[in-house]
Structure formats: structure tokens, C-alpha cells
């Protein structure tokens, strides 16, 4: 099994651009989040999908952020425009099911915006 | 609205000791619990899960034990290594306004020295 897989791995953009990060869940998987990390606010879940369908985006923290799952192998997780302080580690993460299953991380994307 | 605390924040011990992380949730109507491990620049990588009905996990040198209706979790880890050296993650699966999300705790970050 190939894991989560994310895409890009780092991310360096300026401000005002468009960012698109990318995630597969593990296959057979049917939730899948988004997360954010840093040294001051720790983990924060942004929005998870059950079913392809996104269930809680309540962590989203602007209409700057929007995130798309159009079919069960394929995530999308866009930042328009970046602003300097969504420089960040965004995590994707996998589960089988909604309750009863272990969660599985991808590596990240470390994301910087000068 | 559920909280997670791990105590301590930083531990500091020589090869070979025993130790033991806590972990305590404000609201005991979890589904599971779940102990991460993650490494410098890495992702999350899952340990052990314990159901709600379940009183502890085991995977070789780790044990995790649950008392749900104290709100206490402990990662217990036998003849400690310089690679175990990490931060240690614990996180609740609720019901409710949280069905489905994991809520973390900020972790405890393990050194380990030779």
C-alpha cells in the first residue's frame, strides 16, 4: 500500500498567487481530511470529506481557502490569494471509515509564501 | 466542546528508562483514542488505537491503556531508545458536533539520549 500521497512536497510562492495542493487517500478509503500545522496554533483540522462529500469545512479559515474531492482517489486543497501567514505544514489524511479506523497521514506539503 | 491535554510537554530521559506520557479529554463520549508519533519535518504516524470498549493496546515496546470514564489515556513505553525520540500525539474521536474529527492535544516531545 502506497500510503496517502501529497503533492507538492514544498511549496514557495509570493503573495497574491494561486496555490493548489494535491492528495490521494489510501485506496478503499472514504474520509479524508485536510489539515494545517505550525509552532503556534499546532494542528488544525480545515475540512473533511466523507463519501467524497465534504461533511465539517468549519475549520476553514477564509473564503480564501476552498477544497474539492471529485472522486474518491483525488483531493484538492486551494489557497487564492496566499497571504504570508498560510505559510504552513498542510497535512492530508486518510480513514476507512468514519469512527471505527486508524487515521493515516500523508508526509505534507510545506508550504511558504514570501 | 472537547478538549485534549498531554502532560508533560517535554520529557528528557536516558536509554533504556521506562516511561510512561499522559493524555487527558474533557468529554468521555469518545469513540476511540489514538496515539501518534511524529518525527522532525514528517507526518503523523499512527501507533495504537484503542476502541471505547477496549482498556488498552499493545505493539511491542508500547503500551496504551484507556480509562474513558476518567478521561485518561497513557503511552507506556518499555526500555526507551534514542529512536524513540519524537513528539507523541494523542487524539480523541468524538460524537456530536465533532462526529468523525479527531481532536489532538498539543503533544510531548520526547528526547531520548545515549
Known amino acids: 500500500d502506497a500510503g496517502v500521497i501529497q503533492s507538492p512536497r514544498h511549496e514557495v510562492t509570493e503573495m497574491g498567487q494561486e496555490v493548489t495542493l494535491r492528495c490521494k487517500p489510501i485506496s478503499g478509503h472514504n474520509s479524508l481530511f485536510w489539515y494545517r500545522q505550525t509552532m503556534m496554533r499546532g494542528l488544525e483540522l480545515l475540512i473533511y470529506f466523507n463519501n467524497n462529500v465534504p461533511i465539517d469545512d468549519s475549520g476553514m479559515p477564509e473564503d480564501r481557502f476552498s477544497a474539492k474531492m471529485p472522486n474518491a482517489s483525488f483531493s484538492t486543497l486551494k489557497i487564492q490569494p496566499s497571504e504570508p501567514r498560510d505559510s504552513a505544514v498542510y497535512f492530508c489524511?486518510?480513514?476507512?471509515?468514519?469512527?471505527?479506523?486508524?487515521?493515516?497521514f500523508g508526509p505534507g506539503t510545506r508550504l511558504t509564501v514570501t | 466542546k472537547q478538549e485534549v491535554t498531554q502532560i508533560p510537554a517535554a520529557l528528557s530521559v536516558p536509554e533504556g528508562e521506562n516511561l510512561v506520557l499522559n493524555c487527558s479529554f474533557t468529554?468521555?463520549?469518545?469513540?476511540?483514542l489514538q496515539w501518534f508519533r511524529q518525527d522532525p519535518g514528517k507526518g503523523l504516524t499512527s501507533l495504537l488505537l484503542?476502541?471505547?470498549?477496549?482498556r488498552e493496546q499493545t505493539s511491542g515496546r508500547l503500551n496504551a491503556s484507556l480509562d474513558k470514564s476518567s478521561g485518561r489515556s497513557t503511552l507506556y513505553i518499555a526500555a526507551s531508545q534514542p529512536g524513540d525520540s519524537a513528539t507523541y500525539l494523542c487524539a480523541v474521536l468524538g460524537g456530536g458536533t465533532s462526529y468523525g474529527k479527531l481532536t489532538f492535544g498539543q503533544g510531548t516531545i520526547l528526547t531520548v539520549h545515549p
Open positions: 468529554d468521555s463520549a469518545i469513540y476511540n
Open positions: 489524511a486518510s480513514r476507512r471509515d468514519q469512527m471505527y479506523h486508524e487515521q493515516y
Open positions: 484503542i476502541q471505547s470498549s477496549q
